[in-house]
């Protein structure tokens, strides 16, 4: 679950004057569909208590904040607005982000509400996101055929995972079952190795934010693990910022 209590400021419960509008069909929008990336942005929106607009069919829009982000759940809970009444079914989630742009999603599901928590209920993360503005780092595909991979010790333990998407502020790797069995969300990994590409090596510590699993055709079952980068010196972030610079060029 993510953890409030070390965050900074968190924003008071939302009120009408916070609404936002949803984004219009026309608002040249861009879709994000990484699970990594609507997990980052769904949490830090409940970092910081920003305030949600939904709209739901048929109703009058309700006020809210997410509560907390569940990756094992693959679910995050909504604390409504006092006295406030979220119907069943087809809704559009709207917020700001960081005040230069809009998220927007839409879910069709049956919410639950969390067990003594009258105001607060469960839904599933949604499958994509639409952005508005978004100045967020963009994550960059690994070049196939290229040298891309992380290294690094864990128990005594060498771990060797491929990586198959990164930016200025996170990768993203591929492991397998048994390799995701020893890590978790929250985990810290110091001094990992990161190779982009035949020439260029990297240090830094990172931090695990995802565990997602699926299944290939060819390797069957593995686990998605998307990390943030927390601690990086100077010299490996300009390393980096050449590397990002290089694929984008492609």
């Given at each position: 679950?993510?953890?409030?209590?070390?965050?900074?400021?968190?924003?008071?419960?939302?009120?009408?004057?916070d609404?936002?509008?949803?984004?219009?069909?026309?608002?040249?929008?861009?879709?994000?569909?990484?699970?990594?990336?609507?997990?980052?942005?769904?949490?830090?929106?409940?970092?910081?208590?920003?305030?949600?607009?939904?709209?739901?069919?048929?109703?009058d829009?309700?006020?809210?904040?997410?509560?907390?982000?569940?990756?094992?759940?693959?679910?995050?809970?909504?604390?409504?607005?006092?006295?406030?009444?979220?119907?069943?079914?087809?809704?559009?989630?709207?917020?700001?982000?960081?005040?230069?742009?809009?998220?927007?999603?839409e879910?069709?599901?049956?919410?639950?509400?969390v067990?003594?928590?009258?105001?607060?209920?469960?839904?599933?993360?949604?499958?994509?996101?639409?952005?508005?503005?978004?100045?967020?780092?963009?994550?960059?595909?690994?070049?196939?055929?290229?040298?891309?991979?992380?290294?690094?010790?864990?128990?005594?333990?060498?771990?060797?995972?491929?990586?198959?998407?990164f930016?200025?502020?996170?990768?993203?790797?591929?492991?397998?079952?048994?390799?995701?069995?020893?890590?978790?969300v929250?985990?810290?990994?110091?001094?990992?190795?990161?190779?982009?590409?035949?020439?260029?090596?990297?240090?830094?510590?990172?931090?695990?934010?995802?565990?997602?699993?699926?299944?290939?055709?060819?390797?069957?079952?593995?686990?998605?693990?998307?990390?943030?980068?927390?601690?990086?010196?100077?010299?490996?972030?300009?390393?980096l910022?050449?590397?990002?610079?290089?694929?984008?060029?492609?």
């Open positions: 679950m993510t953890d409030l209590a070390t965050t900074q400021f968190r924003k008071g419960p939302p009120k009408p004057s609404a936002i509008a949803r984004i219009a069909p026309n608002g040249a929008a861009h879709k994000m569909s990484d699970a990594f990336q609507i997990f980052e942005t769904l949490s830090s929106l409940a970092q910081t208590g920003e305030a949600i607009t939904v709209y739901p069919v048929g109703q829009f309700v006020m809210a904040r997410i509560e907390a982000v569940d990756p094992d759940r693959r679910s995050f809970t909504l604390d409504l607005a006092e006295d406030s009444i979220l119907a069943e079914g087809k809704a559009v989630f709207t917020a700001s982000l960081g005040g230069n742009a809009r998220v927007q999603f879910l069709d599901a049956n919410w639950s509400i067990p003594g928590r009258t105001q607060m209920v469960e839904l599933p993360l949604p499958e994509t996101c639409q952005v508005l503005n978004r100045r967020a780092e963009a994550r960059l595909e690994s070049p196939l055929g290229g040298s891309y991979g992380a290294r690094f010790t864990y128990l005594g333990k060498v771990f060797e995972l491929p990586l198959y998407d930016s200025l502020s996170g990768v993203g790797l591929r492991a397998t079952k048994d390799q995701a069995y020893e890590l978790y929250g985990k810290k990994l110091e001094g990992v190795e990161l190779e982009l590409g035949p020439s260029l090596r990297i240090t830094a510590d990172l931090e695990v934010r995802l565990l997602r699993p699926f299944r290939t055709f060819l390797l069957g079952e593995q686990v998605q693990v998307g990390c943030r980068i927390s601690n990086i010196t100077m010299q490996m972030k300009q390393r910022e050449r590397a990002v610079s290089k694929v984008q060029k492609r």
